[in-house]
Every structure is written in C-alpha cells, then in structure tokens.
DNA sequence: CGTGAGCTTGACTTGTTTCAACCAACGTGG
DNA sequence: CCACGTTGGTTGAAACAAGTCAAGCTCACG
C-alpha cells in the first residue's frame, strides 16, 4: 500500500546511499533530480541523521538552526506563535520536502517547526549546499524550483486567509494536501493518511478547532469526505473543488 | 524633503549610471550593496526603463514577464485575483524593491502587478543575472538576503490575515510601511507620503472597505494618526505599536 | 481506575460584512 | 463656467460568519 511508512535506514553509516532507496526521494529536494547531485557531491559523513517523537517540537522560533533540515519521513508543519498563544501554522511538511529553503541561505529561523507525527529527518551542512550550488548548474535550478513553489504555496495561503470563507480554506487545504501526496505516490485512491488533529487544521486555516470541526461535520454531512482512524478519503472530488471555489 | 520623488533619468541612453544618483538605491535590490555589482557587470543597453500610470495593472495574473522589473520611483502592489473579484494585495512594493525575487528563477508571475502611484521602473535580462549570481558572490549573498526578507514578509502576513483582528491588522500595516519608508530615507519625522486608497489597505489586510473606513476612524478619534492630503502622520507610535500588539 | 487529549454539540456574543444612502473633490465636456 | 459622472470617503442599520463558553462523550494511556 502506498501509504504505509517507507523505512529509510537511520544509521548513519548506510549514509546518503539510503536516499537511492527512499520512495519518495524522487520528489525529493524538488520534483526529480537534484539531491542525486546533491548526496554525490557531500561526503556522506557530513549528512546527518535523526528522529523526533510525534508532537514534539524540533525547532523553535529564532533558534539557530546550523544545518539544512530535509524531512524523510512524517509529517511536520513550520509556524509562527504570538505571544499570547495564538499560532498559524505556515506550511505542513510532508516526506521529500525541505523544511525552508531560506534555511539554506540563513541561519535565523522565522518560525518553529512541529513534528505531528513521528518524524525522520536528515540534515546537510549549509556551507556544502551553497558550494553545490554554485558549481552544480542542475541544483541550482532545482533550487530556485523549490523557491518559486513555496513562494507560489504562501501567496496562495495568503489569499486563503484573506479572502475566503471556512469551508473553502478547509477545501483547499484538504485538496492540496491531497495533490502533494498523490505526486509522492502516498495516496491510494481518493484516501490518504490523514495525522492531523482539528487543532493542526485550524491553526492552519486561521479558525478555531470548534468551528473547524463544525466545518468537517457539515463536509461529512455532505458526503464530500469521510474521515476515520487518522485516515481521510475524498467521496466526492467535484463537489469538494467546487466547494473549494475557483482560483 | 525626504519624502519628494526623486529623479533619475528615464533615457535609456544615461543607464546604469543614473542609479548610482538615486537616494534609494544603497537600499536597492536589497539593504546595501548588490546592485552596484549588479549594473557593473551588465551592459547599459540591457537595462531598460520604464513608466506606468497611476492605477494602471503593469502585469496581469499569469502573464510572461521576460525581464526582472526593479520598481525605482513610486508605489505599486502586486496582488491576487480570484474570479469572482476578491482581491488580496501579498505586498507593497516601494523605491529600490525587486518586484519579486521568483522572477529571477523563473518566468510565470502568479501574480498581477499594478501601480499605486506613476511607477517608474527598470528591467534588467534574466539570463544576465543569473549568470552575475554565479560570478558574483557577494550579489548571490544579497540575493539570498532578499529571499529570505520576502518569506518573512510573507509569513508576517500570514499571521496577520489567520490570526488577527481587524485593528491589529491595520495598525501593523502602517507601521511596517513606515519601518520601510524610514529605511529609505523617505520619513519625516513620524509623516510619510500615503497614496494609498482605503480600497488598497482592505486588499492588503483582508477586510471590506466600509470595515478598514471605520477602523480609520477610530484611529483618529484616539489620536493615533492623522490622515490628509494623501500623506499620514504617526501622532502616537508607541500606542499604535501597543494596538498592533506583541510579536 | 482515573486522567487528559481530542471531538461533538448547543446557546450566546462579537466582529465583520452587506446594503444603502449621502457627501466632497475632481476632471471632463458641453 | 456650470452640469455631470466618477472616484473616494463616511455613516448607520440589519444580516451573517465566526468566536467564546460550557458541557458531555470517547478513547488511549499510565
């Protein structure tokens, strides 16, 4: 089932030749090629391994992150806290993805990163990417792919927030979900692993968790989706899109 | 006057060299440097400047944009359009701002531009500057650095939009544009020059007009700013930082 | 067995939108 | 020079979307 966790060996020694062997590396680091390059071009001690539990918190906002976080596998999500506890979530992490890619060109972290579920993650030296970067023609490109995509997903969120009503942010995000992992291969159908609970969902869309779960029960209601046992299906795409409004 | 438009020549024929008279331009195409090393290394007859009118769009939603644009005089906004017409401005863009820095990498813009003000501005050949961001690095540096200053705008906005009121909203927009403005020597004392219409602000911060119009008014009425003959004063900067709230 | 995290539901409050009318400033053309 | 339409701003009343508060339920976990 494509859904099921992939396991990527963890151990440090089996180092960048794992990455070959990971399902979703072909979307990795930007849709295809690139981290081949990447991996061939680092010493395989200078990439780094590890793990954090589910709901843990791997970064927080303004902490110095030395190196380049690539998640492998698991869910995260990147987002800013207000000091009295009010949170939007920016962006979920799924497996392949960087965490940031202004990670690569800085060492500030805007916003803290979440783990939701169990996530491994692997990190590259910042020094060695921006070398690569240079005299590697096709990661260049890769990376300014992967620049324009997240500028392109927060100008879209930005609209989201701005300019649309409940049920069509949950729409849209359940949709693009729904999109990035089918690219992955993560999807079966119309169902997905679904790990977030109504508080990920509603920091993410800026409402509450009891308005978002008013939200999801008319969908269900509705027959737009069903959702059970931290997994999600689609039982209705059209209706669901037309819900979720034009562009 | 600070605030004056300054002039460059607008003759293809002075090129580059002119930027070298404009105020904003230590600003430029990022806090400092760059752009010096930039202009240096094109040649003057690959520059080309530009004019739009007040309220004219300079590019639509989707269109090509050959040549990366530098805005050198006057307001404009770059902005998304759904197709029922709700709009949401993603930002201001001021003297000395690259339009976006995604139009370095690539050529669809995912979202129109549209003056403010009469816009001058300048195009420079993609192909050049990326070629420049490889022999260059300290103008690969100053790029990376306007990359990451529009990912934090861009996820300031976010919270702004999912997590705050209406008054926040309000009050952190204008003192970032004054934050800006000061940057480019363009404040006087707490008063800048505000072209912008209350139908700008509402697309900026996700509200109506009427709303954005009240919200205004209640600014004045505390004696928080004041609002003529399109140029705004800060009266009160520590209580409208208090009304735009904690990080 | 108890505790806490997550979800659901209902009643009530608040913030924002919608609709509508009206005013002032401005530019345009007769 | 005036009549006129347009654009931008103000105000008020009513409708609506989302937030708040509160209670109760399930389930997993120690």
Redesign the pocket.
């Known amino acids: 089932m494509n859904a099921t966790p992939h396991d990527i060996p963890t151990n440090r020694a089996n180092g960048p030749a794992s990455c070959g062997a990971c399902p979703v590396f072909s979307n990795n680091l930007c849709n295809g090629l690139t981290q081949a390059a990447l991996a061939a071009a680092l010493p395989a001690s200078a990439i780094h391994d590890h793990t954090a539990p589910a709901?843990r918190s791997i970064w927080r906002e303004g902490e110095t992150v030395e190196r380049v976080p690539v998640i492998c596998q698991g869910w995260a999500a990147t987002a800013i806290t207000l000091s009295d506890g009010r949170r939007q979530i920016l962006s979920f992490l799924l497996p392949g993805d960087l965490v940031s890619a202004a990670l690569i060109f800085q060492t500030a972290s805007q916003c803290s990163v979440d783990a939701i579920t169990e996530v491994r993650y692997r990190t590259f030296p910042r020094g060695d990417i921006k070398a690569a970067l240079r005299a590697q023609p096709d990661l260049f490109a890769a990376v300014s792919r992967i620049l324009s995509g997240e500028s392109m997903r927060s100008d879209r969120l930005a609209i989201d927030l701005g300019r649309r009503?409940?049920?069509e942010r949950i729409a849209n995000m359940i949709l693009n979900l729904a999109e990035r992992l089918r690219r992955r291969d993560m999807m079966a159908g119309e169902t997905m692993d679904f790990p977030?609970?109504?508080?990920h969902i509603a920091d993410a869309v800026?409402?509450?968790?009891?308005?978002?779960?008013?939200?999801?029960?008319e969908f269900?209601r509705a027959r737009l989706v069903e959702?059970n046992d931290r997994s999600l299906t689609i039982l209705d795409p059209d209706a669901l899109r037309r819900v979720a409004e034009a562009v």
Not at 196 to 199: C, G, T
Not at 207 to 217: D, K, P, Q, R, S
């Open positions: 709901r009503g409940a049920a977030l609970r109504q508080h800026g409402l509450t968790v009891v308005h978002v779960g008013n939200v999801l029960a269900r959702i």
